[in-house]
């Protein structure tokens, strides 16, 4: 398994060995708010994100978006995909998503892991036992991970 990367509010997205693909990830705003369809649950965290650069036919990448508190421990996370985000003449994809937060008052921000979750359906070691199908993305996190 590939090392997780540094989560930021920004990241360049890279591959499985670390290296940049050529695609960054932002967060471009964030807000705690009742979802439309649920307002009886409460706030929950909205983002609006973007994905930069993603080439013209490819299959996109995919990165983690986590709900982290004031340490930087995670609350929630998605994975959030490019492709399937609503493509703009600029070339980017932009879209939004929600996370549902136990406590959405310890919500002190949204972050991305820049590892390409894309190819984690790869083949597994199970599948291939000489090497397991290559370096796969770092385990996905989860609460109570520090970011």
């Known amino acids: 398994m590939a090392e997780r990367g540094e989560a930021g509010a920004s990241v360049q997205v ?5 290296r940049p693909v050529g695609v960054t990830a932002e967060i471009v705003e964030w807000r705690l708010e009742p979802h439309p369809q649920t307002p009886n649950e409460g706030n929950q965290a909205h983002f609006h994100y973007r ?14 978006a986590c709900a ?4 930087r421990v995670a609350l929630m996370c998605t994975t ?3 492709s399937a985000a609503w493509s703009k003449p600029d070339g980017t994809r932009t879209d939004d998503g929600w ?19 894309s190819g984690k359906d790869g083949r597994s070691c199970e599948q291939d036992a000489k090497d397991g ?9 989860s609460a109570g991970d520090q970011l």
Not at 14 to 18: A, F
Not at 51 to 60: D, H, K, L, R, Y
Not at 68 to 71: L, P, Q
Not at 133 to 141: D, I, M, R, S, Y
Request: glycine share 12%.
């Open 133 to 141: 199908g290559g370096v796969h993305p770092p385990k996905t996190a």
């Open 14 to 18: 890279v591959d499985t060995s670390g």
């Open 80 to 82: 959030i995909y490019s």
């Open 68 to 71: 982290v508190d004031e340490r």
């Open 51 to 64: 994905f930069n650069s993603v080439a013209e036919g490819s299959t996109g990448s995919a990165v983690q």
């Open 99 to 117: 996370l549902t937060v136990e406590h959405p008052e310890r919500v002190a921000g949204v972050l991305l892991i820049p590892n390409d979750q």
